[in-house]
């Protein structure tokens, strides 16, 4: 079966290639890039463009690398694009989903990219920007099983057929450092946690928002993978959080243990709030139970305050005065890390 649309904005500008027929329809429709972005791990793709009107042909439209590698191509909304991965031919669509720019995920049948985030102190040990420290106050605490921060990781797996959108700004998100020491600052135990990241990268994003994924596609694949009949959220699923429809930047949530069925019921009520991944580890439930919770944002609790984060001094003012917060080290794609270990030695 062809691969469901898979489409979200991004800002990456490398040279346009334009196919054959973008701009020859009778009435043509608004061209808009489209940035097709690889996650296959190993496989280089060779990009078609389909020629329906004119004898089912199927013209070169680019090569894509593998492991986030990317080209853009100039096209409008319905045209279709295929490629080969092992030995599977796919069929994906161009559309327009209210951008002019955006990206087609390229996964072939891969279900799951597996993500690591580690808790802890840095391997330099060195403390990170804004004066906050790398060593996660739970192990300070003495929570962790052995003390030792670097084994203390939330296992992710990543979903793309689950939020196509979502788990393709999340997986650019990782590679871009963007989780990298941040802060785990909304903290609500039988809710959620969400993480805020300091001032630079996320003016970067500020703005660069996503459209939301088609809904019911995503309950359908996710309740095929997991056969559930009723909720689509479970404790341990990860979403974008946001403010409206198609306003998903930075922001993800994670669902708290012991968060009660008729809140699991009401998370993915709002069109934005699509699970694109899971903790997959045996011990992660756990873990988040041990995470220190200030409690919600202000007029709700008298955790951190959200905006007061995105100041210049932000992290400065989660270090003075919730000193016990715990902090992410780093995201990594795992496959990935592991390769780079191996170049090394």
């Not at 492991?67 to 327009?96: L, M, P, Q």
């Not at 962790?144 to 990781?153: L, P, R, W």
């Not at 019921?265 to 988040?288: C, I, R």
């Not at 220190?292 to 003075?320: C, F, N, V």
Request: proline share 7%; hydrophobic share 30%.
């Amino acid at each position: 079966d062809p691969d469901p649309d898979l489409f979200h904005t991004n800002d990456l500008t490398p040279p346009l290639v334009t196919p054959p027929g973008a701009g020859c329809l009778p009435f043509p429709p608004k061209k808009m890039i489209v940035t097709f972005l690889n996650e296959l791990p190993d496989e280089t793709v060779e990009l078609y463009w389909m020629d329906h009107d004119n004898g089912g042909g199927r013209h070169k439209a680019g090569t894509v690398p593998p492991r986030g590698g990317f080209t853009n191509i100039e096209t409008v909304s319905g045209h279709e694009f295929s490629y080969d991965a092992g030995g599977v031919r796919h069929y994906i669509k161009a559309t327009e989903k209210n951008h002019e720019h955006g990206q087609i995920l390229i996964v072939g049948g891969m279900e799951t990219i597996a993500v690591r985030c580690e808790l802890g102190q840095d391997e330099s040990g060195e403390a990170s920007e804004g004066g906050k420290s790398k060593l996660s106050s739970m192990f300070a605490r003495g929570s962790g099983d052995d003390g030792d921060a670097a084994k203390q990781s939330l296992e992710m797996l990543i979903k793309p057929y689950w939020s196509p959108m979502g788990a393709s700004r999340f997986l650019e998100l990782v590679r871009a450092g963007y989780y990298d020491g941040v802060a785990l600052n909304r903290v609500v135990p039988g809710f959620l946690m969400q993480m805020e990241k300091d001032v630079d990268l996320r003016r970067r994003y500020q703005g660069a928002t996503i459209a939301d994924d088609d809904a019911a596609e995503g309950r359908d694949s996710i309740r095929r993978t997991l056969g559930q009949s009723a909720s689509i959220f479970k404790p341990g699923f990860l979403s974008f959080a946001g403010s409206g429809a198609d306003s998903r930047t930075t922001e993800i949530f994670v669902v708290m243990p012991d968060t009660p069925q008729a809140q699991l019921d009401y998370f993915g009520t709002n069109s934005w709030e699509t699970p694109f991944g899971y903790l997959s580890g045996p011990s992660d439930l756990d873990l988040l139970s041990k995470i220190k919770a200030y409690g919600d944002m202000p007029p709700w609790g008298e955790g951190p305050e959200s905006s007061r984060i995105y100041l210049d001094d932000g992290y400065e003012y989660l270090a003075e005065n919730f000193p016990e917060l715990d902090y992410i080290s780093k995201c990594y794609v795992v496959d990935e890390q592991t390769e780079l270990a191996g170049d090394e030695l």
